[in-house]
């Protein structure tokens, strides 16, 4: 039986330096996913609110925030008996959050894996 020695020296502050940079762009990516998709039935007249979205992400604790910035974003949001073109509607955002969240994962995984390979 042949047996085989290896060394081997793996600097663990590199490599999990490099994995938060990678889930940081994974986030990035899911972040402006989850955007687009909340764009796509955001309540629409003018585009005002459409355009205050922002995805935004802190990656010093790897934390991604979608948000809408208009004084009534939060009334489109949660107001059910709101009427809305075809397409549009209220939870908007909550919507894509929890319709995207498998897609969201594989995404920061796919940059995860990347770091790994």
Request: net charge neutral.
């Amino acid at each position: 039986m042949a047996n085989a020695r290896f060394n081997a020296k793996v600097n663990a502050d590199e490599v999990t330096a490099e994995l938060r940079r990678a889930a940081g762009r994974g986030l990035r990516l899911a972040t402006e996913h989850v955007l687009a998709v909340s764009n796509q039935r955001v309540p629409h007249d003018e585009g005002v609110l459409e355009r205050s979205g922002a995805a935004v992400v802190d990656e010093s604790d790897l934390r991604g925030i979608v948000s809408y910035d208009t004084p009534y974003s939060v009334i489109q949001h949660e107001n059910l008996d709101y009427q809305h073109k075809a397409g549009r509607t209220a939870k908007f955002l909550e919507l894509a959050v929890r319709e995207e969240a498998e897609v969201v994962q594989l995404m920061i995984a796919k940059q995860l894996r990347q770091v790994l390979k």
